[in-house]
């Protein structure tokens, strides 16, 4: 992770304690999860425990602490995707790929995460890859899809 | 040349000739990344209107003649909220899109967002103006891209065409629109998680009163709005309060999208005016239900809505109509289920996704959530007892009165509604140790019918267990020790020749 990037980040929401969920995502964006240390250096700089950063690192969804493999596979699991068959497409993905949910690849290929409505509920089930989406998922085409990325 | 057939109109097609666009009306009509397409149509008209002609307190009547209410859930009517927040004492005031849309299975909000950015920000100048904000804040899902990317084009091209910023065309009007994007925590849609949200804390709510047109961010008086809501105002000071109040119901005036989805023909964003059938959603604009099989229900407003039955098609959907029915209107989900969907399983996945989302704070909810999808998860996996569905007969209500905010004031209702409509499901899952529509994996074996399967191999392959023997040609097996009733063979198979039993 480098400081001086984050250090920008926190420029950009002028350190403030109100921006810190925003540092947080911007922090995400950039390293595709939110190490340790960047939590630390954002309680220094800003001025509030290390404690409240984590709060609010472990309170919102979208943060995730672990690193996250090279592709981001979210498996839809809203209601529409649910009756459709959602889970059974996120059973495939875990299965196929050996990791459990959450969980990276030993390869660093994948990481599958499981999300509530990317809202394209009318393609159900659904599954994104990175910005990617692919509607109308079986366990068949699934497979497919995950083939495409290295 | 004469077409033997033209091209059929936009209203003979059975999807959108029952449908009223208001909210909608620009939709697939612009390129929602040129303001002056939407200008070109009837954008930025009301904005003067609004600004140069009309006081305050004159668009306030207006809305409240519209008897607008609120699409994001509850219903409050619009025009009486922002004359609250216009009365409360103070200098600062805010006004906050909420454009966290939370609800699984439900996308009005992004499409507004995606195909008409400018009639948001157009309602949101307007409601500014109204409650004596300047400053606006657009919480927009970070799970929208697209989203988010087109509303700070619109808002930068609003800017650049004075129709955003200080002395809005020279009225001295000044407003200023922030975006916030959320963390996705889904709790953050009630009002005061949201407030806490925007301040940088974790989206806990507290307890109203104070509400926030009194106390709202930073402490200051705050009007929260619906992106829905707020779509609809330049068109109601366009053409009138009472123009939109001649559509509807009694109590629920205008039109309302409907986000169908689930097992039906066409799924879609659906706008109609309240008071329009269930049953004319569902079967004449959604087509019915695919692939020949029974309608069962319809699960209206999200994880705190409630499933209606098949005897109940012709309610008209209101607000009121609907609370009766034990569900509610919500944001506007509209997810059909046919007779392949378990209701106990639907109960289960709402409680499971509001156990994950509790936010934690007060017992009722994070516990009382808890030991109800403990329950449901005994019934789906055939460990279910009367005694337990007694014990969630008498925790559902309770949960729902000693929550503190609405998450958990209404996270029985899934249950109530399922247990009201459908308690021969439950008694089919705790008593015979069965799932009727197949669903519940522990209850249920998968089969092969001899009769239609031609051993062409194909579900073998499929099968990750290697649980189907049987040669080329020849029918095949499931062994059911082996099988792990992920469903692979039936969904490959060409024949319909596996069962559920």
Known sequence: MDAERLDGIMRRHDYAPSGVIAMLQDLQREERYLPLEGLRLIAERVGIPASRVYSLATFYRSFSLKPRGRHLVSVCLGTACHVRGGGRIMDKVTRDLGTPQGEMTPDGRFTVEPVRCVGCCGLAPVVTVDETFYGGMTQQKVAGVLRRYE | MILASPLPRLEDVPFFAHQRLVVMRHRGRIDPERIDDYIALDGYEALPKALLEMTPEKIIGE???????????????????????????????????????????????????????????????????????????????????????????????????????????????????RVIRGGGAFVCGEETALIASVEGRAGRPSPRPPFPAQRGVWGFPTTINNVETLACIPAILLRGGAWYASMGTETSKGTKVFSLVGKVKNTGLVEVPMGTSLR??????????????????????????????????????????????????????????????????????????????????????????????????????????????????????????????????????????????????????????????????????????EGRCTGCMVCRRACPAEAISGGKRKPHRIDPERCVKCGACRESCNFDAVRVA
């Not at chain 2, 859930?73 to 409360?88: D, I, M, N, Q, S």
């Not at chain 2, 300047?134 to 899902?141: D, Q, S």
């Not at chain 2, 899952?429 to 074996?445: E, K, M, N, Q």
């Open chain 2, 63 to 177: 809305v409240k003649t519209s008897l607008l209410r609120g699409r994001g859930g509850a219903g409050f009517p619009t025009g009486v909220k922002w004359e609250l927040c216009r009365k409360a004492p103070g200098e600062r005031k805010l006004l906050i899109c909420n454009a966290d849309e939370g609800d699984p299975g439900e996308f009005m909000d992004r499409s507004v967002l995606e195909a008409d950015p400018h009639a948001v920000l157009e309602g949101m100048v307007i409601a500014g103006h109204a409650i004596g904000a300047g400053e606006g804040i657009l919480y927009v899902r970070d799970e929208y891209p697209l989203a988010l990317r087109r509303m700070q084009v619109a808002i930068d091209q609003a800017e650049a065409y004075g129709l955003l910023g200080s002395d809005i065309l020279g009225s001295g009007h000044s407003f200023r629109i």
């Open chain 2, 280 to 449: 004319r959603i569902v079967f004449d604009i959604g087509g019915g239900i695919p692939d020949g099989k029974r309608f069962k229900a319809v699960q209206s407003g999200g994880p705190s809505g409630g499933c209606i039955p098949e005897g109940l098609l012709d309610l008209p959907v209101d607000y009121e109509a609907l609370t009766k029915a034990g569900a509610i209107m919500g944001s506007g989900g509209l997810i059909v289920m046919d007779e392949t969907s378990c209701m106990v399983d639907v109960a289960r996945y709402f409680l499971g996704f509001l156990m994950e989302e509790s936010c934690g704070k007060c017992t009722p909810c994070r516990e009382g959530i808890l030991r109800m999808h403990e329950i449901l998860t005994d019934f789906t996996e055939g460990r279910g007892t009367e005694a337990q569905l007694a014990l969630l007969e008498e925790l559902a209500p309770v949960v729902k009165d000693a929550s503190l905010c609405a998450l958990g004031g209404t996270a029985s209702n899934p249950v109530l509604s399922t247990l009201r409509y459908f308690r021969d499901e439950y008694k089919a899952h705790i008593l015979d140790r069965r799932c009727p529509a197949g669903v519940c994996r522990s209850l249920i074996t998968y089969v092969i019918d």
